[in-house]
């Protein structure tokens, strides 16, 4: 029987929506084990331009449960359709600087493939079906924006 | 006998709520929600065809029945990542 409190027997789960800067490396720290050969770590970070303009910075919203629940689904899937050992998504929401990074994916594998693979299909469907919105402050204004490019 | 209402970004904006609640008496499905808000909010004709519909953190289509104690949220196209 497996015990409790043995953390090596116990699956952590990281998927988090929060609302302070991320660090990639206590992500990588949680989900890094022996036997993976490859780790694809996907960054998305706040850009200083949009069509034409000039970004002064971002906001984002979320429905929290949902996009939570949403993230979650992709996580699963992901290691449904890859052959992957694991998987950590965090979104962050709220105020960005140009440069800061708004969501990291980490994929844990024993080979590369599997990991970019995974990797894609989670940041590509995240940007489809998770419910948070992007909103972009520039020089003279600020739009929502709506739909994944 | 109540549905709670939930409305996001540039939704949240143009019906100047995040959330309401409507009595569940007279509205059966996500369309005849969608309506009444139009109804008082007419600029959210426009999200007609592209406005995301969700029941209980599922997303639903605009014939999806409506049940009291639902939590329906009503929400642009996404945009994160």
């Known amino acids: 029987m497996r015990s409790q409190f043995s953390r090596r027997s116990v699956e952590v789960r990281v998927f988090l929506l929060v609302r302070n800067a991320i660090e990639v490396q206590p992500i990588i720290d949680t989900i890094q084990k022996p036997e993976d050969g490859a780790l694809v770590i996907f960054e998305g970070v706040v850009r200083n331009n949009a069509n034409g303009k000039n970004v002064r910075f971002l906001e984002y919203e979320a429905y929290e449960s949902m996009a939570l629940k949403k993230i979650e689904e992709i996580g699963s899937q992901a290691k449904k359709d890859f052959d992957i050992r694991d998987i950590a998504i965090v979104h962050r929401l709220g105020h960005m600087e140009i440069g800061e990074c708004s969501i990291v994916i980490v994929v844990a594998s024993a080979h590369r493939g599997p990991a970019f693979d995974a990797c894609r299909y989670s940041i590509d469907t995240i940007k489809q079906v998770v419910p948070i919105w992007k909103k972009e402050f520039y020089e003279d204004g600020e739009v929502w924006i709506e739909g994944a490019k | ?81």
Do not use: C, Q
């Open chain 2, 1 to 81: 006998m109540s549905i709670r209402i939930l409305f996001f970004a540039s939704l949240a904006d143009a019906t100047g709520m995040r959330e309401t609640s409507l009595d569940t008496v007279g509205f059966t499905d996500i369309a005849s929600v969608f309506n009444h808000f139009v109804h008082k909010f007419p600029s959210l004709e426009n999200y007609r065809t592209s406005a995301l519909f969700a029941i209980n953190s599922d997303f639903v289509s605009l014939d999806t029945p409506v049940r009291d104690g639902d939590e329906v949220a009503i929400f642009p196209p996404v945009s994160g990542g």
